[in-house]
T-cell receptor
Framework: RKEVEQDPGPFNVPEGATVAFNCTYS??????FFWYRQDCRKEPKLLMS???SGNEDGRFTAQLNRASQYISLLIRDSKLSDSATYLC????????????FGDGTTLTVKP | GAVVSQHPSRVICKSGTSVKIECRSL??????MFWYRQFPKQSLMLMAT?????????EQGVEKDKFLINHASLTLSTLTVTSAHPEDSSFYIC???????????????FGPGTRLTVT
């Protein structure tokens, strides 16, 4: 079993749709959680960190469920520009700071 | 957010030559830098983790004598692909995480990547 697992996708949705991605992690000692997006042939860019209480940034909402060891990302009112691969990232709270990346979920938003 | 640069962005070299890739954190001190490789339509694969002033820790299956990593300062790490072969052709990406004791030290900021083609 992988340390971080994501919905396999791909997700193909129309503009304006709401889409949700889930991610599960196996290391219960994990402390820091992030969502990154990666456009084709580009580097990953930090989308948002995930707080214990859940957090929202515009159309994006991230949730953390420590008991079930999963993280979610909700995108409302999808835009064409949201098309990308979304990476779930889990990090231990140690000085090593080594993060584990999920394989990513590909989203395509269509007109 | 923090800025990480990577140079060169693209390199084409002949088989058997060595290629050096630089990764710099421009506006923060990076105690830890990571080197990844990504093949087309595949996920990021961590190659090694380097902490400033110490030897890099390589992931299983990554040859440390082939992929030389130097992290001599808090703003610069280099990856040298020695005696490159066509199978080393890939997208190499570095990332850096900063100093500090708060949780944001674990956010990684990525360089724009280097596309290596070995002919």
């Amino acid at each position: 079993r992988k340390e971080v697992e994501q919905d396999p996708g791909p997700f193909n949705v129309p503009e304006g749709a709401t889409v949700a991605f889930n991610c599960t992690y196996s290391n219960s000692a994990s402390q820091s959680f992030f969502w990154y997006r990666q456009d084709c042939r580009k580097e990953p860019k930090l989308l948002m960190s995930v707080y214990s209480s859940g957090n929202e940034d515009g159309r994006f909402t991230a949730q953390l469920n420590r008991a079930s060891q999963y993280i979610s990302l909700l995108i409302r009112d999808s835009k064409l520009s949201d098309s990308a691969t979304y990476l779930c990232v889990v990090a231990p709270n140690t000085n090593a700071g080594k993060s584990t990346f999920g394989d990513g979920t590909t989203l395509t938003v269509k007109p | 957010g923090a800025v990480v640069s990577q140079h060169p962005s693209r390199v084409i070299c002949k088989s058997g030559t060595s290629v050096k890739i630089e990764c710099r954190s421009l506006d923060f001190q990076a105690t830890t830098m990571f080197w990844y490789r990504q093949f087309p339509k595949q996920s990021l694969m961590l190659m090694a983790t380097s902490n400033e002033g110490s030897k890099a820790t390589y992931e299983q299956g990554v040859e440390k004598d082939k992929f030389l990593i130097n992290h001599a300062s808090l703003t610069l790490s280099t990856l040298t692909v020695t005696s490159a072969h066509p199978e080393d052709s890939s997208f190499y990406i570095c990332s850096a995480s900063g100093t500090g004791r708060d949780r944001w030290s674990y956010e990684q900021y990525f360089g724009p990547g280097t596309r290596l083609t070995v002919t």
